[in-house]
């Protein structure tokens, strides 16, 4: 399957997927959850057969890198490669911005989906929104 970059028109889906993922299925408090930065973000989604958004994830440019986060798939269609597509698509719009490294803060169990798609942790464990992360960095290439 293939991620695309999400629209204005999808916003609404993708702002429910990952009110689902994070408020109610982790208790990240909704105003948390939403931030300014999803205004000038890039996200990505997928849609499933029936057309539904499953996956999502958002990119930002911050002091020149590329950062991704809220990363979220669908409980029900986990380890089906959603997650892995989004983050290809995400890696892919950080290369036509002109960018040549990303980062994320990874939630620690999460950890090993970001090792798989190319990441190594830096630094130590560390809380943020009462989970414990790490912040991990992937070169990018030629992903275009
Ligand atoms: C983390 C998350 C985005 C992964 O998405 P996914 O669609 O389930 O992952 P994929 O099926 O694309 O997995 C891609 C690869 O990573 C591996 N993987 C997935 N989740 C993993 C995990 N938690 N630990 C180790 N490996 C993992 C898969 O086995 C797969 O490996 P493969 O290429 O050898 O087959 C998803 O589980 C999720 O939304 N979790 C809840 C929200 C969350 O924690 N978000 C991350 C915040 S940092």
Redesign the pocket.
Known sequence: MRARRATAADWPEVAALRTR??VE??GVPADVERDEHDATAVHALVRDERGRVV?TGRLLVRDGRAVV?R???DTA?????????VLAELHRQAVLLGLTEVE????V?????Y???GYTAVGDVYEEAGIA?VTMRRPLADEV
Do not use: D, K
């Not at 994320?104 to 939630?107: D, F, I, K, P």
């Not at 169990?109 to 989906?113: L, T, V």
């Open positions: 993922v994070f299925e982790q996956a986060g990363m979220a798939v269609v986990r380890g089906r490669g959603y997650g892995a597509a994320l803060h990874a939630q169990p999460a950890r090993g989906f090792e798989r798609a992360h």
